[in-house]
């Protein structure tokens, strides 16, 4: 690997910041520097404490360039920002 490569590797991806603005959190605001899983319950990075949000409800991704919402078959689907649904695959 040339030393180009490894710099790209080795930098921080770009954080995301996480506002929970329904149901209970343990906090309302979050920052994430990597891949995390949003869940009712369960051993995860965010869990949210509403009945729109299931079991294992989204992953969110980040690919060394942008960040993704993928919906992991919840029954209520996945909204962004408060319009977009994203349905499970």
Known sequence: MNDEN?????????????S????????SL???N???LIEYHGDCD???KDT???G???????????WWVKDLESAN?????GQSKIQGE
């Open 30 to 32: 979050l920052r994430f």
């Open 56 to 66: 294992k409800h989204a992953q969110i991704l980040f690919d060394l360039e942008r």
């Open 6 to 18: 490894n710099r790209d590797w080795a930098k921080p991806p770009n954080s995301v910041l996480v």
């Open 46 to 48: 965010l869990q949210i």
């Open 34 to 36: 990597d891949t995390f």
């Open 77 to 81: 689907g996945t909204c962004l920002c």
């Open 20 to 27: 929970v603005e329904r149901g209970e959190a343990s906090e």
């Open 52 to 54: 729109s949000v299931g």
